[in-house]
């Protein structure tokens, strides 16, 4: 168990900038979340954690000794990637025994520890088999059971479930998790699922082009997302430009192209500036037939919409809708098993809380 820091690190490659001055903290026992899309840099930072690449710049401090120039293996970690590198020839036994058969430790001593891990990732009984015997997720169990055997100070997982199909994938998820928090073991973990990654991590690190974007606790960067492309990348999301126009008691006003108006908690600039809030589409209530009142102070957020086009979900119904100039997506529990058809008049509230103002606008406002 072990605290990892990642202080302004530098990786190119060439012309391209892999990582760019990433600066990360792991508290001890914490399950951390790399997040990003393909060529972000997530393998990049791992491969670096492990000494397999070489930073210009930058440190990597394990319980605050400064590691970024010694070996991998005098790293003390334990790594599984996506695609199980287990050795074909060997048995399970063998698989998961290997690094300690490196370190010359006595037999029986190999014997209790290798059976041990076995036991931990429900695999007891199948140390004879070959790895073509083992299904998939049963292949990434045998690896990670190799991974902690030498009980390593810092797990680095690679994509381990990525090859894996969607059910399988959500079982080895819980189980990944469970295994992680029997251990305590200081965990980094690379997905470019941005499910997987909310799901698993106690916090996670959005990466675009060699930068970290944002990080925090799941919850909290989906509910308050910086930028638009952190917004985005966590999941469906409304990006609603329009202009600083003063404030409604304890509440900004932003007023869009059409002339309507929407509040937001977050602090504004002056009045006229071109701004953009987002609006995740489960916020939003869906009204249709009449306009429903608003909260006494008049903060309450509602505008008037028609709906394009309904998409039906099962256990929910996607609508897309039109408010003036631009068109939003709200989701909509599916309790009435009814589905509003196009061209109903329609309004959309939401709590003021839940308009977030990004950093950047996306794109010139035409207001
Ligand atoms: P991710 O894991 O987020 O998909 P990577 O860390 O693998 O991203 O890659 C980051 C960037 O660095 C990409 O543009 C990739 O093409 C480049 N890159 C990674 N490894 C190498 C390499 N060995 N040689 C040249 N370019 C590389
Ligand atoms: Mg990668």
Redesign the pocket.
């Known amino acids: 168990m072990s605290r990892v820091e990642i202080r302004d690190l530098s990786k190119r ?2 012309s ?1 900038v ?2 760019n001055k990433v600066s990360l903290s792991l508290a001890d026992g914490e399950f951390f979340g790399l997040l ?12 670096s954690i492990a000494g397999f690449v070489e930073p210009e710049a930058g440190q990597i401090l394990i319980d605050g000794a400064d590691v970024s120039r010694i070996s991998t293996h005098r790293r003390d970690l334990g790594m599984v990637f996506q695609h199980y590198a287990l050795f074909p020839h060997m048995s399970v036994f063998d698989n998961v025994a290997f690094p300690l058969s490196v370190r010359r430790n006595g037999k029986t001593e190999i014997k209790k520890r290798v059976e041990e891990m076995l036991e931990l990732v429900q695999l007891g009984g199948y140390g004879q088999r070959r790895p073509r015997q083992l299904s998939g997720g049963q292949q990434q169990r045998v690896a990670l059971a190799r991974a902690l055997v030498s009980n390593p100070r810092v797990l680095l997982l ?1 994509e381990p479930l990525g090859a894996l199909d969607k059910n399988l994938r959500q079982q080895m998820q819980v189980e990944l998790r469970q295994i992680q928090r029997e251990v305590g073991i200081t965990t980094v973990f ?1 997905t ?1 699922d941005q499910e997987e990654a909310l799901t698993l991590s106690d916090r996670i690190a959005i ?1 675009r082009e ?1 930068v970290v974007e944002q990080a925090g606790e799941p919850g909290e960067v989906y509910e308050r997302p910086r930028t638009p492309f952190a917004a985005a990348f966590l999941g469906a999301t409304n990006f609603i430009p329009g202009r600083v126009a003063g404030r409604n008691g304890s509440a900004g006003t932003v007023v869009l192209g059409d002339g309507q108006r929407l509040h937001t908690l977050d602090p504004l600039p002056a009045e006229g500036t071109a701004v953009t809030v987002t609006v995740r589409p489960e916020k939003f209530t869906l009204h249709v037939g009449s306009r429903p009142p608003l909260d006494e102070d008049g903060a309450a957020n509602c505008l008037a919409a028609e709906i394009v086009q309904p998409i039906y979900m099962g256990a929910s119904i996607t609508y897309r809708v039109k408010a003036g100039e631009i068109e939003l997506t709200l989701f909509h529990q599916n309790r009435e098993s009814r589905i509003e058809p196009p061209g109903s008049r329609a309004w959309l509230s939401w709590a003021p809380k839940h308009s977030i103002l990004l950093d950047a606008p996306v794109s010139k406002p035409s207001g």
């Open positions: 490659y060439g391209v892999a990582l990003g899309p393909s060529g972000s840099g997530k393998t990049t930072l791992l491969r690679d690379v470019h990466f060699g």
